[in-house]
Each structure stands twice: as structure tokens, then as C-alpha cells.
């Protein structure tokens, strides 16, 4: 007799290659642990896919592009679903919870080059270099660090934005180091940035597993996959986080290390200009990473972040 608990597991997934990728790495990693039980794959389309001509900055909406995974669980239609865990909101729906966070990948960004800069770095590009980028917080430290550089917005999947540097639209591209390796375009990074350029995002390269908090089952066998040094990092991040943002996207940036049982959390918040940063860093036990990460949030508030926060707030905040 068939159990009822053998219903196959129905994973959400974004339609995007770089989802797809992930979420078909996580469904062969279920099933090595669990191979008394099916698991499948559904996709669907979010928001964020469908908006492709407004810049990601100014569409103040959080949970762009996992809503539509979140409801799905909801109603009953999936029991998982798989998320880039940058791209997850730090608050989650009420009856959902992020129940793994996976070992994480090479956090950093990356430059790509268009083919007529082969040989230079970040630091030896002339004026005016036209560098495509969508993001806030990597346009506020390279304007910081680069005033001299020309800054576009760029918008589309990883091969629709490779594209439109080989087409001679961008001189160079900044990218996530784990996303370009995910979908197998880690030859195309010319330079991994350190962390004096630019910070990283909250949760980059890591992958969020959500399900439904009463969900005992799910759970169980999702936290099979968790890694957990990754998980400390990345919640003492998402801590941070929650306690600057406001709804609408912030340059914050970050770097996490552990050593030892004891982690650093370094954070960054910046104004859109780039001209203002403020940054500083916190170690603490982390068994405690969020508590961490909270207290590092206050830190910088007390050194000017709260002012430049509620300077963008009035600029970018969207009208609804
Ligand atoms: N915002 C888009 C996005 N969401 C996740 C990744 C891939 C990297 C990751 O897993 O963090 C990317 C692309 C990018 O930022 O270059």
C-alpha cells in the first residue's frame, strides 16, 4: 500500500535558467537524503520577471520575485519553494518560514569585461568606461570608489546582460560571482571584487528553502540541506538588514567571516551618490548571529546611517 506521506514533494521555482539551476540542485541533494520519497519541480512566472522595463530601484516592492512561490505554498499547491536568498524579503508572510539556508557560494561580485578592456581591472579603467548595473548598493560604492566611471542600468537575465555587453552597449558588467558560476559563465568574471570595492549583498550566493511554519514534515527534510555556517552568516546579514530598511531597496552592503566559532559581521550603508558611506564592523559568538547583526544596525544608525536612509526613503520611495 502506498503511504500518503509518498505524494511526491512539489518544489517552487522560478522559470529563470539561474532558478532552474538551483532548484534542480536542491531537488537531486532532497532526494540523495531521502530516497524513500518523489520530489517535483513546479515553475511559475513572478512579478519581477514580467517587469523588465522600469529599474529595479525604483520599484520600492519587496518580494518581487517570490509572492507568487509564497501564495503557492499557501494554498496548499507546493510545499517548498527555492530562492536566491537575496532576493528574499527579511520578513516573511505570516504561516511561512525560511527553513534552510544552503552552503553558500563565492558571496563577491564580480567585473565582467566587454572584449576591447581584456587586461584591465576595476582600478585601470579611463573615464568615462560605461559600467552596466542595476543594483543601488554596487552603484553607491563604485561611484564612491570610481567617480570617474559612467554608470547604466542594466535589466534581464544573465544572458540577456552578457549580450548586451558583447553588443558593445556596456564596457563592463558587475555580477554576482555565484550566479555567473552557477549557470557555468565563471570564465567570463574578470575580476572577483574584494571587499574594499564592494561589499556584498545580504544572503548573495546563498539559497533560501521557505515552507509553511506547521509544515513538520517539510521541515524535517529540508534542514537536512542547511549548512549551518553559511545559515549563521546569513542571518546575522538578514538581521542587519531588517533593522535599516524601510520598504524600498538601500545601497546596504556586507561581509561576513567566521573563525573559531566567533563571527564578524561587517555593514555598510550609503548614500545614492555614493558620496556618504557609513561602515563598521561587530564579532560576537555566532550562536547569536542575529542578535549580531541587530546590534550592528544600531551601531551605525548612532553614525549617520539613519540620516541617509531617510534621504532616500524621500527620493526612491515609490508612488502608490
Ligand atoms: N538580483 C538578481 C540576482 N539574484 C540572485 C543572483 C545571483 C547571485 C546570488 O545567488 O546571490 C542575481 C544576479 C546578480 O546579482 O548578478
Excluded at 566587454?114 to 581591472?121: E, F, M, S
Excluded at 511554519?213 to 549551518?228: C, F, G, M, N, R
Excluded at 556586507?254 to 558620496?275: K, P, R
Amino acid at each position: 500500500m502506498i503511504a500518503t506521506s509518498s505524494r511526491p514533494v512539489r518544489i517552487g521555482s522560478r522559470k529563470s535558467q539561474l532558478a532552474l539551476v538551483q532548484t534542480e540542485w536542491v531537488q537531486a541533494q532532497l532526494q540523495t537524503h531521502h530516497r524513500d520519497r518523489a520530489f517535483e519541480v513546479v515553475t511559475m512566472t513572478t512579478q519581477g520577471d514580467n517587469i523588465l522595463d522600469v529599474a529595479l530601484a525604483k520599484i520600492g516592492d519587496k518580494g518581487l520575485f517570490t509572492k507568487e512561490l509564497e501564495l503557492s505554498m499557501l494554498r496548499g499547491e507546493t510545499d517548498l519553494a527555492v530562492h536566491s536568498l537575496k532576493d528574499l524579503p527579511t520578513k516573511l508572510p505570516d504561516g511561512l518560514v525560511l527553513a534552510a539556508i544552503t552552503e553558500r557560494e563565492d558571496p563577491a561580485d564580480a567585473l565582467v569585461l566587454g572584449a576591447k578592456w581584456t587586461g584591465h581591472t576595476i582600478d585601470t579603467l579611463p573615464e568615462g568606461t560605461v559600467i552596466g548595473t542595476s543594483s543601488l548598493r554596487r552603484l553607491a560604492q563604485l561611484r564612491h570608489h570610481y567617480p570617474h566611471l559612467t554608470f547604466k542600468d542594466v535589466r534581464g537575465n544573465l544572458n540577456t546582460r552578457l549580450a548586451k555587453l558583447d553588443a558593445g552597449e556596456y564596457d563592463a558588467l558587475i555580477l554576482a560571482v555565484a550566479g555567473l558560476r552557477r549557470l557555468g559563465f565563471g570564465d567570463r568574471i574578470s575580476q572577483v571584487l574584494p571587499a574594499t570595492v564592494s561589499l556584498y549583498a545580504v544572503g548573495q550566493g546563498a539559497l533560501g528553502i521557505e515552507c509553511r511554519a506547521d509544515d513538520t514534515d517539510i521541515l524535517a527534510l529540508v534542514k537536512t540541506l542547511e549548512h549551518p555556517e553559511t545559515a549563521a552568516r546569513c542571518l546575522a546579514e538578514r538581521a542587519f538588514l531588517r533593522q535599516l530598511e524601510g520598504g524600498c531597496q538601500v545601497p546596504i552592503g556586507v561581509h561576513t567571516v567566521i573563525e573559531n566559532g566567533q563571527l564578524t559581521l561587517t555593514g555598510l550603508v550609503a548614500s545614492l551618490n555614493g558620496q556618504r558611506l557609513v561602515k563598521d564592523s561587530l564579532t560576537g559568538d555566532a550562536a547569536s548571529a542575529e542578535e549580531l547583526g541587530t546590534r550592528l544596525a544600531l551601531k551605525l544608525r548612532e553614525q549617520g546611517a539613519s540620516e541617509i536612509l531617510e534621504e532616500i526613503f524621500a527620493t526612491v520611495r515609490p508612488e502608490r
